[in-house]
C-alpha cells in the first residue's frame, strides 16, 4: 500500500471543485475530470458534494492504494438491510453510511459519519466478483456476487446510479481473472488494510488487536448500549440507550405514591420479561454492528 503520495495537498489546497479540474492524472491517484463530472445545474450540485466529502476522506483513501492504483470515481450511499431496518431503526441509516470509491483495480468502501468524517469499517469488492449492478427505479443500488449474494445501497443520486454501473461494468470487462471462492463484500484491516476473512482476534500481517463480536453482543445483553460503547462506533446513541434503561429499570423497581410494594415473585416474574424483551433485542441488535465490519482495539 501507498503510504505517501506526492501533491496530496492539491485537494487540501482546493477551494472548489472546479480548481482540481485542470489537474492532470499523473501527478495523483485520480481521474478528477471524471469525479466532478458535472455538466447539468443538478450534477453540479452532487460534485459540490463529491468534493466536500473527498476533502474529508482523501487521506484515508490515499493510505489504501496500490502502487499503480487510480480512482475513477467517488459518490456515497447508505448499506441497506432489511433485518438492521428492525433491530436498530434510524440507527441503522446512521452506522450504514458508507463512502464508495472505483478504482482501477477494485470499489473501495469507506464507513463515513454523517459529517462524512471516515471511521473505523473499511472493506473492498473486487470486480471480478461482480455478477452484476442494477439501478433500482426504487431508488436504490443492487449489487449481484457471483457467490449468490447480494449488497444493497440507498441514498444515492440517481445520476452516480447509473453512472456507477457503467464505471464497474466497464472495469468489471477488462478483468478475466476468476474470483476467488466465495469472494464478495470483503472486510478490511482498519490498520494495514488487508483482507480479512471472519472475525479474527487480531491481523494475522500487522498482528493488531480486534474487537470481538460475542462480547460486544454480551455486554450489551448485560445491560443495553454498553456492547455499543464497547464498539465505540456511535458513543452518543449508546449512551442514549444506557440512559433509557436505567430510567426503565429505576421506574420498575421504584413504586408509585400509594402503590403496595409488590411482591419478590411479582419483581422477579417481571424483571425476566424486561431482560427477555429488551436485553435480548438489545443484544442482537449490537451483534448485527458488530458484523458490520472489523472495529480496532484502539
Known sequence: MNTVIENVSVIDNAQKFQDLLDIRENNTPYFFEK???????????????????????????????YEDEKICFLTSGVQQSFVESIFLG????????????????RIIIIQISVGNKPMSLLAQIDYAAIDKIESKLTGKCKIKFKNGKTSIFSNMPKSDRIAIKEVIDFLRGTFNAEAPE?????????????????????????????????????????FPGLGDLYLGSHTVFAVIEML???????????????????????????????????????????RLIARKGIYPVK
Open 90 to 105: 434510524n440507527l441503522a441509516y446512521y452506522i450504514n453510511r458508507r463512502a464508495f470509491i472505483c478504482t482501477t483495480h
Open 244 to 286: 433509557v434503561m436505567i430510567f426503565i429499570w429505576v421506574g420498575y423497581f421504584a413504586p408509585e405514591k400509594g402503590e403496595e410494594p409488590r411482591g419478590l415473585l411479582e419483581y422477579f416474574i417481571g424483571a425476566l420479561i424486561i431482560i427477555g424483551l429488551l436485553h435480548t433485542f438489545a443484544g442482537l441488535g449490537t
Open 35 to 65: 469525479i466532478f463530472a458535472a455538466k447539468s445545474w443538478s450534477e453540479k450540485i452532487i460534485a459540490k458534494r463529491k468534493f466536500k466529502l473527498l476533502k474529508k476522506i482523501h487521506n484515508q483513501i490515499e493510505s489504501m492504494l
Open 182 to 222: 466465495n469472494a464478495g463484500f470483503e472486510n478490511l484491516c482498519p490498520n494495514c488494510f488487508i483482507k480479512i476473512e471472519g472475525y479474527p482476534a487480531k491481523c494475522h500481517t500487522c498482528n493488531k488487536e480486534f474487537k470481538s463480536v460475542a462480547k460486544a453482543a454480551w455486554l450489551s445483553f448485560i
